[in-house]
């Protein structure tokens, strides 16, 4: 697929260096690529650098985690201003949010029987590269495989981090509402990342889109990776209802992972795209205005 405006670093829980990251989008025949790190831009100088003597075209890029609803929902940002203080504070604030929160994540998992989960998760992320950012689960999922606190990864998440559980810890972002505002204060294009992810009814997905547009969101994450062809049709009819653009992206982690970057399953074709808006460096109140 020509753009991707979904995927992970090292910078927070993808398994490649921002430069490997291009240069494997690169590879793949990618011509248009946001990275996408959760709460962080620790990666976006590297990627940039590397896009750039690739001559492969890179959108500023984000993942934010706010709550909506008692729910964690994950918001991408793009083509947005990194300096504007409002977003750059809230970055911040995510950063020291997200230390709290790996630490009460590892206070609950010694609870329980498993120490050394916050130095064992720093360490498998030192690992993959520096970064000065918190652990995320999949690191804690990482040690606590090594540990032999679980089989794998999977069962980490079944017994103690997916939703619900124990390690979970949400109580650290902001809301949906901020998000967005924090996210239009610096002149982003806002898509709401992967709609079928949140194990919500019909009916609390549509008051989620309904939220998000009021916020001011421009786009919905139509595909994301290898998600189901009927999750594709099905967001693509809400797309079209709300007047949303499409977006899409592999929200790729690593090699052998959720998907390969570059790669997701084909939006239907009457869509309008996000990703023209980017590459135009349109800003989005041109949109409000028209
Ligand atoms: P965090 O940034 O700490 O909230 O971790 C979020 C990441 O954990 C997601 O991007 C996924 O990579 C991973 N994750 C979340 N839930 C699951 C799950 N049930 N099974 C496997 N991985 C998961
Ligand atoms: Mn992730
Ligand atoms: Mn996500
Ligand atoms: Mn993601």
Redesign the pocket.
Known sequence: MYADLHC?STA??GMLAPAALVERAHAQGVGVLALTD??TLDGQAEARAAAGRLGIELVSGIEL?CTWAGA?IHVLGYGFEAEVAPLASAIDALHGG?WA?AEEIARRLAAKGMPGCLEGARAVQQERGESGNAP???H??EFMVRAGYVRD??QA??RW???GKLGDVKQHWPTLESTLATLREAGAWISLAHPCHYDFTRTKRRKLVMAFVEGGGHALEVSNGPQVDSQVGMLANTAREFGLLASAGS?F?GPRQ?SEVGSYRALPDDLPLLWPRLTRMEHPKSKEQS
């Open positions: 992970h927070s829980d959760h709460d985690s964690t997200r929160r995320s689960r999949p804690f999922a990864h999977a998440f079944q981090l997916g939703a929200d982690h959720w």
